[in-house]
Structure formats: structure tokens, C-alpha cells
């Protein structure tokens, strides 16, 4: 569930049903408040960040950290070309301007477009 479109009382609703929750949420640096405004009354949150592992403790929740990764029987090497292009679509925050900021440090190829409808191209 994405923390905007309901509120903790969803978690105290199902505990008090005896039903365990499990909130997982993957834009934790762009939701700082998630970790104090929601994870507390989750039974345990999944952290897929690393980094954002100190939001939970602080935030006295219960939290397990597991980085999202893919099924090998399932996601396996396939024998294809290389594509050098990459496209990524999100929301504009500060970690992810962040880090785009170091793909351009890095002095590759990058072209990103804004609600502005201007192209910003660096070579």
C-alpha cells in the first residue's frame, strides 16, 4: 500500500483482529515520515534500503531488512545483446536527483525530461 492512501489506524484495525502485518514500502528516502508515521504500528515492516535501516530503528518499529531481489529459477542470465540504453521513470526527490547527480559526476551519457517539457542533456 502506498502510505498516502490509507492511515495506521488500517494496522491497529487488522491487530486487533488478530491479524499480523507486514508493510513493505520501497521509496523509503523519498518518504522519510513512512518510518515514523506508518511503520510503528505495522507487526513488521520489510526495509528493502539499507540505508534507510536507522528511519526504523529510530522509529522504534519492528523491521527486517531484505533487499528485493529475483527468483534464479524463475529471472535467469539469457543469452541476449547488450542494450546501453536505460530508461528510468520516477518522481522528482532529492535522493533520486542525487543519485542522477553522480551519473553525470561520472561523465556518462544522460538525458532527463521534466514536467517542464525541456530536454537537459549532458555529454
Known amino acids: 500500500m502506498f502510505p498516502f492512501q ?11 483482529l488478530g491479524i ?6 520501497c521509496d523509503n ?3 522519510k515520515e ?6 510503528p504500528y505495522a507487526t513488521l515492516n520489510w526495509v528493502p534500503e539499507k540505508n534507510a535501516l536507522e528511519q526504523f530503528k529510530a522509529s522504534k518499529s519492528r523491521f527486517i531488512y531484505l ?5 534464479p529459477e524463475i529471472c535467469y542470465p539469457v543469452d541476449a545483446q547488450e542494450t546501453v540504453e536505460i530508461s528510468f521513470l520516477g ?19 544522460l538525458k532527463v525530461y521534466g514536467r517542464s517539457g525541456r530536454e537537459r542533456r549532458r555529454r
Open 6 to 16: 490509507f492511515t495506521p489506524e488500517l494496522f491497529k484495525g487488522l491487530t486487533g
Open 67 to 71: 533487499p528485493m531481489a529475483a527468483n
Open 34 to 39: 513512512v518510518a515514523e508515521k506508518f511503520a
Open 91 to 109: 518522481t522528482k526527490n532529492p535522493y533520486r536527483r542525487d543519485l542522477l547527480g553522480r551519473v553525470l559526476n561520472a561523465g556518462l551519457n
Open 29 to 31: 528516502f523519498a518518504h
Open 20 to 25: 499480523p502485518s507486514v508493510y513493505f514500502f
